[in-house]
């Protein structure tokens, strides 16, 4: 008999498995539903670019719990039927551990109780399903809605003469809760809301909307929403003419540009830290974003980094949790996450408790224009 043969005879009579790579731990698996095309891509498209790149990170150091990360992406096309189908193969033929998902609410709400019966945790790009039972195993990197309007309403007030405004929105979940934090708070800073109109993410014309609300004699408009939309309502704004203000939520920089050179210092944004990196003071966040950065830059160079940056987030929050629990099994890793407090991510500091899966407790973002091409920080 063969030494081959004599050792696998061995290892059988033993209870062992010969094969080397048999005797490796199974991978953890990271499970990505996103929107790849459709409305959300641009941003879903850098979240998975994040995800991926803070994975080959961990697993340059050996990965987590004695296990290498391998992600698994589907494309949910943007729309909240396709994310069901997604994570359900994903649960079912895929087996992942946990979900990381991309930005569409919509979808990982239709999909929370599939994942709620399976015990997988999720870390999301989205803000969290509305259901109690769905919400315990669902974790965000988003900071919540209302920071996105407080900081826009603040530099209306602090720094213009701007007293009537519009709010110009998409119908999902997130931009709706944008809404309706424009409408309760605008009062607090002397701001009225003059009109509140909705479009679709397919609309090529928001003309209309606009003028109603230039008719109310709004001075500025809140436009809400991701994609190509606030491209067209730049050229809206400037075919109607007057000197509206433009101040739109986060969003990739990419689509920002063309539309700053439609409307130039009338158009401003809300931005994240990871896109105002140089103008940050050094500390805790900048040396975190810089860990991401490095990486980041080296691959995609001067790619908008935010979203990504919030995927890069999502996997460190992980393995955090992982380390802690000492454990893989979804509900170990859920009550992990769970107590994750003074966490420093790329965004700010992640404050996890049983009554908060939505960490950011703290406003972390500024109020920036596009000059020359270039991200300037005006607040």
């Excluded at 999301?124 to 769905?134: E, F, G, M």
């Excluded at 050229?235 to 920002?256: C, H, P, R, W, Y």
């Excluded at 994750?340 to 939505?358: E, I, K, N, P, R």
């Excluded at 109020?367 to 020359?372: G, N, R």
Aim: a neutral charge; hydrophobic letters at 45%.
């Amino acid at each position: 008999m063969s030494n081959t043969l004599k050792m696998a005879a061995l290892g059988l009579a033993l209870g062992v498995v010969a094969s080397g790579p048999a005797l490796a731990q199974e991978p953890y698996k990271i499970g990505i539903s996103a929107g790849l095309t459709g409305y959300a891509a641009t941003v879903d498209r850098a979240w998975r670019d994040g995800v991926e790149l803070a994975v080959a990170a961990v697993n340059a150091k050996g990965g987590v719990a004695g296990r290498k990360l391998e992600v698994i992406v589907e494309d949910n096309r943007s729309e909240p039927q396709e994310a069901v189908t997604v994570y359900r193969k994903m649960l079912t033929s895929d087996k992942v551990n946990i979900f990381i998902s991309g930005c569409v609410s919509a979808g990982n709400f239709a999909a929370a109780g599939l994942v709620v019966r399976a015990q997988v945790p999720m870390v999301l790009c989205s803000i969290l399903p509305q259901q109690p039972d769905q919400v315990k195993w669902a974790y965000t990197t988003l900071p919540p809605a209302g920071f996105e309007v407080t900081k826009r309403l603040e530099y209306l007030k602090e720094k213009t003469d701007v007293k009537k405004i519009g709010v110009l929105h998409d119908p999902t979940p997130y931009a709706n809760l944008q809404k309706a934090a424009a409408e309760k708070s605008a009062a607090d800073y002397g701001i009225e809301v003059v009109g509140v109109e909705q479009y679709k993410q397919d609309d090529a014309d928001l003309s209309v909307q606009i003028a109603k609300m230039k008719a109310a004699g709004a001075k500025a408009i809140l436009k809400i929403g991701l994609g190509g939309t606030t491209l067209t309502a730049a050229k809206n704004i400037k075919q109607l003419g007057g000197d509206l203000l433009m101040l739109t939520s986060l969003e990739d920089i990419a689509v920002f540009k063309p539309v700053a050179e439609v409307l130039g210092d009338k158009f401003l944004f809300v931005a994240s830290p990871s896109q105002v990196y140089e103008g940050l003071p050094a500390g805790p966040l900048k040396s975190e974003i810089g860990k991401f950065l490095e990486p980041w830059k080296a691959k995609f160079q001067d790619r908008d980094p935010n979203w990504a940056s919030r995927g890069w987030d999502g996997v460190m929050l992980t393995v955090a949790a992982i380390e802690k629990a000492k454990s893989i099994e979804g509900p170990a890793v859920r009550d992990a996450l769970e107590t994750l407090s003074g966490f420093q991510g790329t965004t700010g500091v992640y404050d996890m408790s049983a009554t908060v899966h939505q960490g950011l407790t703290k406003n972390p973002f500024f109020i920036a224009t596009i000059s020359d091409g270039k991200v300037k920080v005006v607040q």
